[in-house]
């Protein structure tokens, strides 16, 4: 086996309310490459994703009104560079999208994420995961998404982690109309694993999720 690579990623900016926003793809996709993105909204609403996306969550069980979602698909490779539609509610939103190679196939393993963890603090903290399958070489994921106009991304990135990517709808207007999202990633060979916690550079409403990205399996002898 060998761990599944990030060729590229990116991250959108919705500073202003809107019910569809563009979301920029990362500048480099390979053909079969697994994209997988990661959204916040400042309000109450369904998300819609375009056609063959497939949402693994949508969740709004933190104390604040905000939704945040993460979804998948695989790409064609002519996709680089280029934007797709999100549809929410009206307000400001904010985006990380990857672009991973090396990943088994969704048809044969979807990406996994742990059960969400929410809370209020300045310590956001993703849930312990056990993927299928045993341990792996697989691409772990910090993922968290919270209100307010902290630093983004956090300084403090969580131990053993790295390449910090954050998103933000910035500062203007009240606190509780902005939002931030967050992720860093990991290489490791291991049947589960539940990730550090991150410090928030102001306290709010916080949702935090592991995911795991498996490898291929092997090919037999």
Known sequence: MAFPV??????????????????????????GAL?????????????GWPTNWVELTEDSSDASDDVTAIAYFTAVGTEDGTTFNVTHGN???????????GAAA??????????VVVGTSTTPNP????????????????????EGEQTSPPVDTPLNYTNPLGANTGIT???ASN??????????NAASE????????????WSAWTMAVHPPAPRPP
Not at 35 to 47: C, E, H, Q, S
Not at 106 to 115: C, D, E, K, V
Not at 179 to 188: K, P
């Open 127 to 146: 849930g312990l995961l056990t993927p299928t399958g045993g341990a792996k070489d697989y691409l772990w994921l910090w993922i968290g998404g919270w």
């Open 179 to 188: 939002c931030r999202v967050a992720s860093w990633r990991r290489n490791l």
């Open 106 to 115: 969704p048809g044969t393993q979807a990406p996994q994420i742990s059960t």
């Open 91 to 101: 307000g400001r939103s904010a985006y990380i999208v990857y672009s991973i190679t």
């Open 194 to 205: 539940n990730p550090p916690v991150t410090t928030l550079s102001a306290s709010d409403d």
């Open 173 to 175: 207007g009240a606190i």
């Open 35 to 47: 994209i997988v993105a990661i959204a916040r909204v400042t309000v109450a609403g369904a998300i």
């Open 6 to 31: 990030v060729e590229s990623s990116t991250t959108t900016d919705k500073t202003a309310a809107e019910t569809t926003s563009a979301v920029a793809f990362p500048p480099t996709i390979s053909a």
